[in-house]
């Protein structure tokens, strides 16, 4: 119980240290143009803290993203030749 007392004034503190860096994150992300989302961004930090490869996130990233446009490109074709 004596280490939640001192745990309770650092909690405001490593709260604001942690958006401190997500911030941060978040404009690397934009000056190299990644475009992840905060939210895209946090699900991809704990994914690598949790141990997965960063070069394979990011290559199941680029992935996902191909076959998202393609799908895109296609429903337009579809939606348009009627």
């Not at 490869?53 to 992935?63: G, T």
């Not at 191909?66 to 074709?77: D, F, G, S, W, Y």
Request: glycine content about 4%.
């Amino acid at each position: 119980a004596a280490s939640s007392e001192g745990s309770a004034s650092e909690a405001p503190q490593t709260v604001s240290s942690l958006q401190t860096v997500a911030s941060f994150l978040l404009e690397i992300s934009r000056i190299l143009n990644t475009g992840l989302d905060m939210e895209t961004l946090s699900i991809c930090v704990r994914l690598c803290e949790q141990g997965i490869n960063p070069e394979a996130l990011s290559s199941v990233i680029k992935e996902l993203r191909k076959a998202t446009e393609a799908l895109k490109v296609e429903i337009h074709m579809f939606t348009h030749s009627e």
